[in-house]
């Protein structure tokens, strides 16, 4: 594994004083003296652990110090990590993938990430994809590298989130389709799209439709092919916020605890293997559900107007160009005309999962 300045960074000093110029995030960083010995060590890419030999003995903060500070210049897009797993554990590496498009990513691991890798099981066992994302454990550090992304140091505890989030920027920085920000569940040849501000409680809504006579086909992320004129649900793991812990821990089953783990923004969060996955089907009608959690009252199902629902997939939906060209527009409206739209209320999830499973199956 080796480190060293990313080509979008620029080390200089004007006056005696070291700075670091980022010309991702347009910024200057003042550097100190042990950062800026730090830095002036990666203007040549070296191996991770040879700085670490230079600095554990000589930098009176200790790694923890340069720990911090080198997971502080990754965060900042000012490190370019390569690392060269393929051989490193033979027969033992930890291996998905996960289609997206007419696509795929290639997830990989090295076995020291088994605990938490378990959460991808759903998906097939294969390597041979186009893109490749990688992750391991390194000391009190964990390294993502991605095809086509700088790679990412981050602490260890923080590493099953990093890589989920690596993950979905690979594929939404490789995807021509529309990232529309949704729960997906599929009952029949039916796909319903459940929408929300985040913490409506999407992701719990679609656990407690999953032991219903619905199937849980993606959690976040749906992609709008407007090519095609399709939706296609990203198969990623639910991620479950503290309150949902108790409910769902053993919804993978006895041989898959679910992992804790702690992402960037500080918030507590479990993922699991979705359940029950397999490839969805063809899917021959969609409907659009705008999902409201309230504090109290029975779940209420009603009809919507599809002209409100057109800018709320607008509100919630991402392009690679950040910006809905006039043929997005076209797709999504042909997808609305195609299908229904509801809106949710509701206050226990158990209840409004009853309520979409007798109301929407058919």
């Excluded at 300045?5 to 700075?19: D, H, I, Y």
């Excluded at 097939?124 to 000391?139: E, F, H, I, T």
């Excluded at 293997?273 to 209420?300: D, M, N, W």
């Amino acid at each position: 594994m080796s480190i060293g300045l990313s080509q979008t960074s620029l080390p200089f000093a004007l006056e005696g004083s070291a700075a670091l110029f980022s010309e991702e995030r347009q910024e200057i960083y003042d550097l100190d003296g042990s950062a800026a010995a730090v830095v002036a060590d990666l203007v040549e890419p070296q191996p991770l652990a040879g700085l670490y030999d230079k600095f554990d003995t000589g930098m009176r903060n200790g790694t923890g110090w340069l720990d911090a500070f080198l997971c502080d210049l990754s965060d900042k897009g000012l490190l370019s990590i390569k690392m060269e797993t393929r051989g490193a554990h033979p027969g033992r590496a930890l291996r998905s993938i996960l289609p997206f498009d007419r696509s795929a990513i290639s997830l990989e691991a090295s076995p020291d990430c088994s605990a938490w890798f378990s959460a991808w099981s759903h998906l097939p066992r294969s390597a041979g994809a186009p893109l490749r994302a990688v992750a391991a454990p390194w000391r009190k550090l964990g390294i993502v590298t991605v095809t086509g992304l700088p790679g990412r140091l981050v602490p260890a505890d923080l590493l099953p989130a990093a890589f989920r989030f690596r993950v979905v920027e690979a594929v939404l920085a490789t995807s021509s389709s529309i990232a529309l920000h949704c729960a997906s569940l599929i009952m029949g040849n039916t796909l319903v799209l459940l929408l929300g501000e985040p913490g409506a409680g999407k992701s719990t809504l679609a656990m407690c439709a999953a032991r219903r006579e619905m199937r849980l086909a993606g959690d976040d992320i749906a992609l709008i092919d407007t090519a095609q004129g399709v939706i296609r649900p990203l198969p990623l793991p639910p991620t479950l916020k503290e309150g949902s812990w108790d409910r769902f821990g053993d919804d993978a089953g006895p041989a898959i605890a679910m992992h804790r783990t702690t992402r960037q923004d500080g918030v507590e969060v479990g993922y699991l293997p979705l359940p029950g996955y397999s490839a969805p089907p063809e899917i021959e009608r969609c409907v659009f559900v705008a999902i409201q959690r309230r504090h109290e009252g029975a779940a209420a199902l009603r009809a919507g107007r599809k002209q409100d629902f057109l800018r709320r997939l607008c509100a919630d939906s991402r392009s690679s160009s950040g910006r809905a060209s006039v043929e997005d527009m076209d797709a999504m409206i042909a997808l609305l005309q195609k299908g229904d739209v509801a809106d949710l209320t509701y206050s226990d999830a158990s209840d409004a999962a009853d309520l979409l499973a007798e109301r929407l199956v058919r």
